[in-house]
C-alpha cells in the first residue's frame, strides 16, 4: 500500500489550497478514504472522511463548510478542497485509507506517509 500525498505549502489567510493523495497497493474503490491533519505540539485530527463511493461524507467541526473532500476512483486519488484558511488550519495533512467500526468511530490502516506542509500565513 502507498499513499503520497502532494499539494501543500504557503497560503495567506482566507486563501484556498487543494491537495492530493495518490494511492495504489490495493482496490482503491473499495475504501473509505480520510484526511487527518498534525499541527505543530498537537494531536493528529480527522478532518474529512469520504465513503468508498463518494456519496457520503463527513467533517470535523473545525473544517465544515470549508473543506470539501472528494475522490476520483478512475484516477485512484483523493482530494481536499481548502477554502478560506486560517492560520490555525497550518499542519501536515495526511491521508488515510479507514476502517469504520462497529462504534462509529474510524481506524486508520497504514502507516503513516510523509504528509504534505500547509502553512497559513501573511
Known amino acids: 500500500v502507498q499513499l503520497v500525498e502532494s499539494g501543500g505549502g504557503l497560503v495567506q489567510p482566507g486563501g484556498s489550497l487543494r491537495v492530493s493523495c495518490a494511492a495504489s497497493?490495493?482496490?482503491?474503490?473499495?475504501?473509505?478514504m480520510g484526511w487527518y491533519r498534525q499541527a505543530p505540539g498537537k494531536e493528529r485530527e480527522l478532518v474529512a472522511v469520504?465513503?468508498?463511493?463518494?456519496?457520503?461524507?463527513k467533517y470535523a467541526d473545525s473544517v465544515k463548510g470549508r473543506f470539501t473532500i472528494s475522490r476520483d476512483n478512475a484516477k485512484n486519488t483523493v482530494y481536499l478542497q481548502m477554502n478560506s484558511l486560517k492560520p490555525e488550519d497550518t499542519a501536515v495533512y495526511y491521508c488515510?485509507?479507514?476502517?469504520?467500526?462497529?462504534?462509529?468511530?474510524?481506524?486508520?490502516?497504514?502507516?503513516w506517509g510523509q504528509g504534505t506542509l500547509v502553512t497559513v500565513s501573511s
Open positions: 469520504v465513503s468508498s463511493a463518494g456519496n457520503s461524507i
Open positions: 488515510q485509507r479507514l476502517r469504520r467500526e462497529f462504534y462509529g468511530d474510524f481506524t486508520a490502516l497504514d502507516a
Open positions: 497497493g490495493f482496490t482503491f474503490s473499495s475504501y473509505i
